[in-house]
Every structure is written in C-alpha cells, then in structure tokens.
C-alpha cells in the first residue's frame, strides 16, 4: 500500500453543512462518514496520512436520530472551497447529492466565506431605500403573453408604470424571440417606463429577464444598467449559480431570481436552503417561489421556511424579500401580508388584468388593497 498525506498547513477554520439522511440509525451513520470522505479528499481513507484524516476529510460534529431520519452536523476545511462558488457547492452536495435519501437541511459560514460571499447588494432595506417605498409591501407585475410585439409591451409598461406599480419584469419567457427581440423590448419598455415615473413622480423599476449564457447574461445585464431600466430578472438554474453570482458582484442592480428549473433540487435541498440561504449567497434581493394555494404545489409550511431563510440572521449577508406567486390575485392579498408581514414583494400577474378594463386603475386597486392589508396588520401587531 502506499500511503499520502499532505505538507500544506491547513488554517483549522471550518464551515458546516446540516444534512437530514432518511435511513436508520445505524446506516445513517454509515452515510454520514461516507459523505466526510466523498466530498473531500474522495480517496481510501486507510492510504491517508494523520494530518488529511484530522484536517482535510469532512469532520461529524454533532448526529441526532429523530423517528424517521437522523441530522448531521459536518464541518469541512474553508481551505477545500479554494474561494469560489462552484466549488463551495461541489463541497456541500457534489457527489453526495447522488446517495439516495441525503438532503441539505441548513449552513452555516465561515468568516472567510462570508468575506468571499457578499451576498445581496441591496436587500429588504437598500430596495426600498431606492424605491422610497417603507410604508407597505412592494407591489410587482409581469409583462406578458408571450408573442406581443415589443410596442405591445411597451405600452402595457407604461400604463403598469401610470398606475403606481413598484417592479415591473419581464415574465421569465420573454428572452430573445422575435415577435419580441432582446434589445429592442428592454429599450421601448425602459423608455415607456421612465416616461410614466416623469408624468407621476413615481420610481417604477423595470427588470428584464437576462437570462442565458454567461457571456449572454453579463452583456444584456450591461445593457441594462446602460439603459438605467432599474433592476434585471434573472434564473440562477438556468443560467449558472456562478454566472448568477458574477451579476450580483459586478453590475450594481437589484436582482430579482426566478425558480424557474429549480424543482427537481429540491429533493436534495430544503426549501429554506436552496429558496432562502442560497438565494442570499448569489446576491438575490427579490427571491421569486410558488405560493401555496396557487398553480403549484409549495404547502403552507414550506413558504414560511423559504420566508424564514430569507429573513433569519445569516450575517454579513441581507436579508431578501419572498416574492410569493404563482396563480395570485388581489383577493390574496390580506392573507398574504398577515403571513409574509410587510417586508413582502406581492407578485400578481395575469390576474391583475382581470380586475376591469383599465389597467391604470387596476393597479392602483392592488395597491390601495396592499395599503389596507398593511394598516389591519399594524392595527393586529
């Protein structure tokens, strides 16, 4: 046998990851020392030497056996991340992410990774700083069908923008098509946008959905923030985690992040994880999810972990505002603010346009409901 061990000293600062592993006791303990070695050093643990096994193989802290499952608490080297987000996942789920019944139910950060990982530029406090925005909920809407030329939008944006809408986005299928050409929309819909906030006063944000390649992504963001429309939509599992990150860190624009592909992770990931703390890690200020009660299937415990993980204490990093969806109309909203309170983005889409003829007016009944369901809640508080 030949036996390895390392010359490099290792600085003993860890970071922990929380694991649930649906498998008896026993096994469970199995697994857990499987998954210190597979996302680590991923090599026979009898070939290592003393300092790999003590200071480079994932260490299990704390095992507690609940009646189904049982929760891991194991701590890995900051010095394994190498300062970069594909790998800090790589660490956390890589391998592991392919056992059978593991899932990431929590993080905890290093003080390196939190220096490495800034997190929201803006949050809760910075976005509605820069709306002017403190006395409610923000209100948000979609432009869509899809297939509406880019005037077509651009007109529906503006008369949103009349009515006193806080955020306007793109709907997460607009991207480059041709009824609707990339640029071409971004400018007619920023152009009707600001037009509106001059003729009212009012700070509406537009954020078009960039979403692609990262070379695509980082060059329609650019244009973006050229054109001053306000903020970017972006969907992290669709255009990279790490190019989502790369946003946050060099274009100084609020993000809004869309779920869209998310799904399938979730069997790997809690809600309040991979919705709340990864959200804030790749520098979401607005985290897009399905509301319960909507067109999917999140049930009501899961949308109060996802605000959770928003919310909670997670420093230096922001904290987010849950953008609940999905199939939402006005007669939602007092149920929604008593739930979310007020630090809450209310996302309505196509319901908005059922309301009555006249967008402009519809608007500003979503928002005098969010103003009543903000003054029964300090009224309850």
């Known amino acids: 046998m030949i036996e390895y061990d390392t010359d490099f000293h290792l600085s003993g600062e860890r970071f922990k990851v929380i694991y649930r592993i649906l498998e008896p006791p026993e096994r469970a303990k199995e697994v857990a020392q499987l998954i210190c070695i597979e996302q680590t050093i991923e090599f026979p643990i009898e070939l290592t030497g003393e300092r790999i096994k003590k200071s480079v193989v994932g260490q299990i802290e704390d095992l507690s056996h609940e009646p189904s499952s049982t929760i891991v608490t194991i701590s890995y080297p900051v010095e394994v991340v190498g300062q970069e987000l594909t790998q800090f996942l790589n660490v956390i789920l890589g391998n592991c992410s392919l056992f059978p019944n593991v899932k990431i139910v929590d993080l905890h950060l290093c003080d390196t990774l939190k220096n490495i990982f800034t997190g929201p530029r803006y949050g809760i406090d910075g976005l509605r700083k820069l709306l002017e925005v403190y006395d409610r909920p923000l209100l948000a809407t979609a432009i869509k069908p899809l297939s509406l030329s880019a005037d077509q939008l651009a007109d529906m944006a503006y008369k949103l923008a009349l009515g006193g809408i806080d955020i306007i986005k793109d709907d997460h299928g607009l ?207």
Do not use: W
Request: charged share 25%; hydrophobic share 40%.
């Open 175 to 381: 991207a480059d098509q041709p009824f609707a050409k990339f640029e071409e929309r971004v400018v007619k819909v920023t152009r009707a946008i600001k037009k509106a906030n001059r003729e009212t006063g009012s700070r509406t944000l537009y954020a078009p959905n960039v979403t692609g390649s990262e070379s695509v992504v980082l060059k329609r963001a650019s244009l973006v923030k050229e054109l001053d429309s306000g903020a970017i939509l972006v969907a992290p599992a669709l255009t990279g985690f790490s190019a989502t990150i790369t946003l946050s860190q060099q274009v100084s624009l609020p993000i809004l992040s869309h779920p869209a592909f998310l799904g399938g992770y979730l069997s790997i990931v809690d809600h309040r994880v991979l919705f709340g703390k990864i959200q804030r890690i790749l520098g979401a200020d607005v985290c897009i999810f399905p509301n319960y009660g909507g067109r999917f299937t999140f049930s009501k415990s899961e949308c109060a972990e996802i605000d959770k993980g928003l919310k909670e204490p997670f420093e230096p990093l922001r904290t987010v505002f849950p953008a609940p969806a999905g199939g939402m109309n006005i007669e939602k909203i007092g149920e929604m603010v008593e739930f979310y309170g007020k630090d809450v983005v209310l996302l309505i889409g196509g319901a908005l346009h059922k309301i009555g003829p006249n967008l402009v007016e519809n608007v500003k009944i979503f928002k005098e409901k969010a103003l009543e369901a903000s003054r029964t809640l300090s009224r309850i508080s």
